[in-house]
Every structure is written in C-alpha cells, then in structure tokens.
C-alpha cells in the first residue's frame, strides 16, 4: 500500500530556530516521486519540491532544504534560521503509478509550523 | 491571469439551497482534481478529471455534482448539504500522464452550510 506518514502533528519554533519536519512513505514502486507543499493561512497549497525515487541528492533552497534517504523511506524538510512567514501547514506526497499513464497521489495528513516572534 | 482560481472565496448556503464552485486553470493542464480539506482531517480527494473525462470518484455522496465542460474549467454543484459538508473545497490541475506533474492549487472555497 502506498502511504504517507508525518508524524509531527505540531510544531512551535521560536523565530531563527532551525527546524525539521519528517516525513516517511511506504511505496511498493520502484519509480515514484515525492513533493512538499505549503499552505498558509490564505489556504493555497503551494508547491515547493519534486524529487524523484532515483535522485537521492539532497536539495537546498535558500533557508530550505530536503534530505532524501531511501534507505529509510524518508524525506525530510528542515527550515533553517525560520521565520514567522514560515508559518503554515506542510504537506508530505507521494505519487505512484496505479497503472499505465495513470499516477496517484497520496497525501500526508500535514505538520501545522508555528513560528513565534 | 495565471495558475489556478477558485470563486467564490467563501460562501455561505442553507441545506436546501442549490450552489455551484468555479475553478479555472490558465497552465494549459489536462487534468482537474476536486479536494475537500475539513478540521483536523487529512486532504479528501473527491474527483479528478483527464482530458474532460472523470477517471475518479472517491464515494462521494450524489448531493456534489462535478462537471468539466473543458480542460481548463470544472465545477461542483452543491445541492441540499448537510452541515458536516462545511469544509475549505480546493481545486487543482496538473499533467495527467506524467507522475512528476506537481499539483498546482488554487486559494480555495470555504463552505459553511448552515
């Protein structure tokens, strides 16, 4: 079965403190892509990173960055020196292929980031 | 105008009104998606639309009616709701036939039925 789990269902930080957020899937594909969406109070998903199941290079965004590890079905998300605009919720996916040009997309149930002044 | 929008940004309806959510996508995507993000609950994925043809329906009661005159524009007819159907309703396009097609979402629609 194919599964997104984010365990931090919290999370408070205090402004310029670095934080991680977790996330762990369960796929059976060997091709599959996993992606970090952000919703801030105004409600929009915005998408922030794809990664691919054979591109284990970590990735840095400015104060983002993503640690891919495959040997743990992890994906993490880790904010360094956060802001208060950083606050919002954060959404874990994976998409798999469910069958010919067909992909599904499964959803972790988000990590609500407080980031206090 | 470009991504996804979404109106009206909220509404309010009594059970036995009939209203409708509009969304329109301008990045030339082939497929449409109807989520539903209630309190404390995972995203619900209610409808997705390919090339204007619905290839998914989550058991999602009759009372919310998709349409898909064309790729660029779906809608979701509401009629005699219940109060538990009061939710942030959220609309997404991306490429059907590539799995590394990011969802881009739109501001949503916050529904209360009262």
């Known amino acids: 079965a194919q599964k997104v789990t984010q365990a931090q269902t919290e999370i408070s930080v205090v402004e310029k403190e670095d934080v991680t957020l977790d996330c762990v899937y369960e796929t059976r594909d060997t091709t599959y892509y996993l992606f970090w969406y952000k919703q801030p109070p105004s409600g929009e998903l915005v998408f922030l990173i794809r990664?691919?199941?054979?591109?284990?290079q970590n990735e840095i965004s400015g104060r983002y960055s993503w640690n891919f590890q495959k040997s743990t079905s992890s994906f993490n998300f880790t904010i360094t020196a956060s802001q208060v605009v950083d606050s919002a919720v954060y959404f874990c996916?994976?998409?798999?292929?469910?069958?010919?040009?067909?992909?599904?997309?499964?959803f972790g149930k988000g990590t609500l980031l407080t980031v206090n002044p | 105008e470009t991504g996804v929008t979404q109106t009206p940004r909220h509404l309010v309806m009594g059970m036995t009104n009939k209203k409708s959510l509009k969304c329109e996508q301008h990045?030339?995507?082939?497929?449409m998606y109807w989520y539903k993000q209630s309190a404390k609950k995972p995203l619900e994925l209610m409808f997705v639309y390919s090339l204007e043809e619905r290839v998914e329906n989550n058991s999602v009661p009759s009372r919310f009616s998709p349409e898909c005159p064309n790729s660029s524009h779906l809608f979701l007819h509401l009629h005699t709701l219940q109060p538990e159907d009061s939710a942030l309703y959220l609309c997404?396009?991306?490429?059907?036939?590539?799995?590394?097609?990011?969802?881009?979402f739109g501001n949503g629609t916050r529904l209360t039925v009262t």
């Open positions: 997404a396009s991306s490429q059907w036939d590539r799995g590394n097609s990011p969802l881009h």
């Open positions: 996916a994976l998409t798999y292929n469910s069958g010919g040009s067909n992909y599904k997309l499964t």
């Open positions: 990045l030339g995507h082939n497929a």
């Open positions: 990664r691919n199941s054979f591109d284990e």
